[in-house]
């Protein structure tokens, strides 16, 4: 009998064995590249005044979802909106500053429902360098943005919710401090310091360029700056005056070009909506299932300065995918 003897192992061929071995163990770990769902991308367009509590919103959405690769572009809601209908740009989520936006830019054309979530409100911001920031207060503030020597800021109205609520806000001001052509004189003043988004105007108070700015409390808490609350009756936060707000009207752009409507003051609620353009719906539907719920995302907002609105009333109702309906109610006339 002949017996042949054994192959013998060498080092370099063991090396290589523990390796293939080793890779293999790994790739039986490691999520598949090609076919795991969680291995995407989601774009998300929202409000300017939404980026910082909404970087935070994807970080923690990101410890339970590590490979969906999240792309966040902010911009004036109404910018948003005509980005998804007039350019046909992929959105999986746009968040907006106004409800409204999406009820009367994308419903139903381009998105099939909305979702009320957070409120906000008005607020005159400054630093401690702005001049005459040692004396403003709810009574003297449109005296003190009046003077030659003072400048503010604010959003433009036809691409910014925060634009067309800062003309909202000097209209009740007008009435409410019983000022006759108060408004007209505000509006008229420093037109070269209006800025697409509101929190374009940032950079410009804290160059000491401008003074003070018309701005969302959240935005203001955001970045630390000095904070002017303005009465009730003009600040366009509380729900049990929206017939008050109603009183004053701005007019905007439509949703053709060309056309313009008419926006009457309301008390401020942000919304959310999956556009029907979403290149991901289903990883759309996790993250905003994960941004309105009450022990996830909306804590996080609410911190930030944006009180929670869930669950709220909402007019598109029947059209909301089962997974969110519980972040909402119908809509009674």
């Keep these: 009998m002949i017996t042949r003897p054994r192959p013998r192992t060498t080092l370099p061929g063991l090396c290589v064995l523990m390796t293939c071995c080793l890779t293999a163990l790994l790739l039986a770990c490691r999520p598949d590249v090609a076919g795991n769902p969680e291995e995407r991308s989601l774009t998300i367009f929202h409000a300017g005044s939404l980026t910082v509590p909404m970087k935070d919103v994807v970080a923690a959405f990101r410890l339970t979802y590590p490979n969906v690769k999240v792309l966040m572009e902010a911009a004036g809601s109404r910018e948003c909106a005509r980005k998804i209908s007039e350019l046909g740009r992929g959105c999986d ?30 607020v005159i911001a400054y630093t401690k360098t702005s001049r005459r920031g040692g ?44 000022r006759e052509g108060l408004a ?8 070269r310091n209006i800025r697409p988004k509101e929190t374009d ?6 160059t000491h360029n401008i003074d003070y700015v018309f701005i969302y409390r959240s935005v203001a808490v955001q970045h630390g700056l ?38 009457a003051g309301e008390p401020m609620v942000y919304g959310v909506t999956i556009p029907n353009n979403a290149p991901d719906p289903e990883m759309a539907l996790a993250f905003v299932s994960f941004l309105l719920d009450p022990r996830k995302g909306m804590p996080i907002l609410e911190r930030h300065g944006q009180p929670s609105l ?7 109702y029947a059209h ?3 997974a969110l309906k519980r972040f909402a109610r119908e809509e009674r006339p």
């Design 226 to 263: 000095e904070i002017l609350t303005l009465p009730g009756e003009i600040n366009l936060q509380d729900p049990a005056l929206a017939e008050h707000y109603r009183t004053v009207t701005v007019d905007i752009s439509g949703k053709n070009p060309g056309e313009t409507v008419t926006k």
């Design 93 to 122: 989520v746009f968040a907006s500053a106004d409800y409204t936006v999406i009820n009367t830019l994308l419903v139903p054309e381009f998105a099939p429902w909305c979702i009320k979530f957070a409120g906000n409100e008005m």
């Design 184 to 191: 007209a004189a505000l509006l008229a003043k420093n037109r």
């Design 135 to 178: 004396e403003i207060n709810r009574e003297n503030w449109p005296a003190i943005l009046l003077d030659e020597q003072v400048d503010y800021g604010r959003s433009e109205p036809d691409s910014d919710p925060c634009g067309y609520r800062t003309v909202l806000t000097i209209k009740l001001a007008e009435a409410y401090y019983e």
């Design 310 to 316: 869930v669950t709220s009333p909402s007019a598109t």
């Design 320 to 322: 909301l995918p089962e």
């Design 201 to 206: 105007l940032l950079a410009l108070l804290e």
